[in-house]
């Protein structure tokens, strides 16, 4: 399992603790956490590793062979550009376009590994998804790498996208929480984060993020009650 260790930086802009107990309208501010920063080195995402590949019988399968080989091999660049080099016409065999989407991922994944950032695998990762948008591993692994970059991509719909090409991680749930959140919308990220609490069994990762999340709601909701 590639894990890449990638977090959060939660802060509260309370400067005195005093102001929670100090009379207050209810309009008050509670400011929220700023999880994307991702440079608490305690959380700990781990990505799923490459791919199995399944070269079809085809005019190109020994091409493909060889790019398989040259990603196990670290050798990125070539392999890069002699997936580039694919024909358009060899997509629309559906089992070549399913594997050759797969080793877009695959190439993702190392080069994640090897620049030591989710980021770095983004472009590989976008192009997975193009060849196919069903390819769950692949699209949750974009999402990630937008996540880290805080790239504009990673919209509401992506991730919406993602909960359903993917439904049993609790990733997109808890990044969309995390947005409700940061606009101090709390039932909204509440009823995302009761689904990723549904799909964050086997991930200690999601479950310290989403006890996070919960954490600062309880403490928000508590501050709004002592505002009163």
């Given at each position: 399992?590639?894990?890449?260790y ?32 991702l ?74 590994h ?15 998804v ?5 390819n ?39 990044i ?10 709390l039932?909204?990220a ?15 990762q999601a479950?310290s ?13 508590q ?6």
């Open positions: 399992m590639i894990a890449l990638l977090g959060h930086q939660l802060w509260l802009k309370h400067k005195d603790p005093m102001l929670l107990q100090a009379p207050a309208t209810a309009s008050m501010p509670v400011s929220p956490p700023r999880f994307t920063d440079t608490d080195e305690h959380v700990r995402i781990d990505f799923a590793p490459p791919q199995p590949v399944h070269i079809p019988t085809s005019p190109y399968a020994a091409m493909l062979a060889d790019v398989s080989r040259m990603i196990e091999q670290g050798k990125l660049p070539d392999a890069q550009t002699a997936l580039q080099a694919l024909p358009p016409e060899a997509l629309t065999d559906m089992a070549i376009r399913l594997n050759v989407a797969t080793l877009w991922n695959n190439l993702g994944v190392h080069q994640a090897a620049a030591g950032t989710m980021g770095a695998g983004a472009l590989a990762y976008k192009t997975a193009s060849i196919n948008s069903r769950s591993t692949a699209f949750m692994n974009l999402v990630l790498a937008y996540w880290e970059l805080k790239d504009p991509a990673l919209t509401t719909e992506m991730l919406e996208e993602a909960m359903r090409v993917a439904p049993e991680n609790a990733m997109p749930h808890l969309l929480a995390q947005r409700f959140i940061e606009k101090d919308e039932s909204s509440t009823i995302h984060l009761e689904h990723a609490k549904a799909h964050s069994a086997d991930s200690p479950q993020f989403l006890k996070s999340q919960i954490a600062y709601i309880e403490k928000a909701r501050a709004e009650q002592n505002f009163h």
